[in-house]
């Protein structure tokens, strides 16, 4: 039968029909590929898969990270179990790309809905390509050479002592990466900053650096290029982390949220 794809926006994202994430084949896989490419977001919905059938799903599609930082699913540690309830109303409920603070960070993540409030806690993508196409030429000549330091301790440090956060600083220094990326299969350029894991950009005083940055975040927060996503139980979302970033909804406290994702290695930008 195939995959049937029916787009979200006409920007990016889409919902797709077909798949059977419990009994992936070589065919299904390299069709999906192609669609991911596409719309850059995916939506599958009532995936009733086991943990064990999540971890071998990520696969299909490269080496899986495992988090050194978040919490996981016990006995599987590539799965990262985020959780937000009334005790600890968590939410990644800023614009980011994931770990960027790696050397090499993720190509893209799956991300499972387990446990989901009746109203709210809702996911926003932004197509970083299309923010970057909007830019004025004068900050695009601004920024197209610029490099970002990224820094796990911005958002990690708290979470360790001064001998672990040393420790953990000597496995994971800060990462130099370009402020426009170009996606490895694609070639399209789009902007690589987040408020989470980047310092400062090289070259600039501390003003001009986090002046540079918010207008960059304000480009991700233009709806024009966006899609927003409503989870269900057993919802499953696909993000090309090269070409999107995005922002969870924290509007549902004091209800629990739990998600469960799988992180596929990526590679160098450039």
Known sequence: MGIRVAPITGTLGAEVFGVDM??????????????????????????HISTEQHVAFGRCFGELEVHPFAPSSEGHPEIV???????????????????????????????????????????????AGAAYDRLADRVKELVDDAVAVHDFTRTFGARLSPRERAEKQEEYPPARHPVIRTHPETGVRSIYTNRAFVSHIEGMDAEESRRTLDLLERAMMNPSVQCRISWEVDTFVMWDNRAVQHHASNDFWPETRVVERVTIVGDKPF
């Open 81 to 127: 179990r985020i959780t937000s309830s009334r005790e600890f109303p968590y939410a990644a409920s800023n614009w980011h790309s994931d770990v960027t603070w790696r050397q090499e960070p993720s190509m893209g993540s799956i991300l499972r809905g387990v446990v989901i409030p009746p109203v709210g806690g809702d996911t926003s993508f932004a197509d």
């Open 22 to 47: 419990a009994n992936p084949t070589a065919p299904m896989i390299e069709e999906l590929r192609k669609v991911w490419l596409d719309h850059k977001v995916l939506v599958l919905r009532d995936q």
